[in-house]
């Protein structure tokens, strides 16, 4: 498709292509974790309203910032054999598109803030500056990763501020398990573009350290996620039994996750990315969810 033949189509059928675009379907890896910090940091039950505010302003910056992502690393994905299939980069999609969706979904990101608080609102820019700053980070530093891990971090801090107007120790430990889990796998995604990244000046901590250090930092990354939900069960008076066993099962994810990536051997890593980071999200969620039930 041509971008004349994206100008003919509808309304809808551009959007669906823009979608397609930001991998939307992958918003699944943040929605249940925020789910979750809404279930344990709540003080009162919250309305219906405020639930459905906080999902759509993830929702909005989730897609801003892969809009960012699109539009910023432009030429870098158009060079890189992975990502030159992408559609924006096949022309299916106009990049002018992508920058204002970039756009749109920022300030609607911050209208939703406003419509939940005002200390919302006023941390907004925050979140968005964040989400803009990720793909620079690249061509910056060998930590990108980290930038990545702030914006997830912010999450429970965010939900925090939405329902209680306040951040608390339980919203902090929630911040360090998201943040910890997303750095964890954002590195051994950025196995997958090694060679790529080290050829044409692209930094990540794999180019930095090497394969194997990095996936060591990854798994570590990954043991402070786990430490970090056993804090957060220990210091939430409403988790109990199903809450442990439940991380046990986590765990056992995690570790599966790491057992399919080898530095010799990456032809698993979108069933570990993909698949099985999906699945964390989803469970931990579920067992949050059905401590606090029964």
Known sequence: MEQKAFKNLSLVQRIKKLLEVIKFEHTI??????????????QKTPSVEKILLIILALVLARTAGMAFNRWIDYEIDRKNPRTKVWPHIKGEVPLEWVKLFAIFSSAAFMVVSYAINMLAFILSPIVVFFLWFYPFAKRITYFPHLILGIVYFLIPLAVDVALNGRISLGALLLGVAMASWVIGFDILY???????????????LPVKLGKEK????????????????????????KLGVIYFLGLLILALFLVYEHSLIKPNDLSKINKAFFTIN???SVIFFLIVLLDIIF
Request: hydrophobic share 60%.
């Open 29 to 42: 890896f943040a929605l249940p974790f925020a789910l979750a910090s809404v279930a344990l940091l709540a």
């Open 278 to 280: 999906g699945w964390i």
């Open 190 to 204: 950025a196995l997958q573009d090694y060679e790529f990244d080290k050829k044409h000046g692209v930094k990540s």
């Open 214 to 237: 990095a996936i060591l930092v990854a798994r570590l990354s990954h043991l402070i996620t786990f430490l970090s939900l056993l804090a957060v069960g220990l210091i939430f008076p």
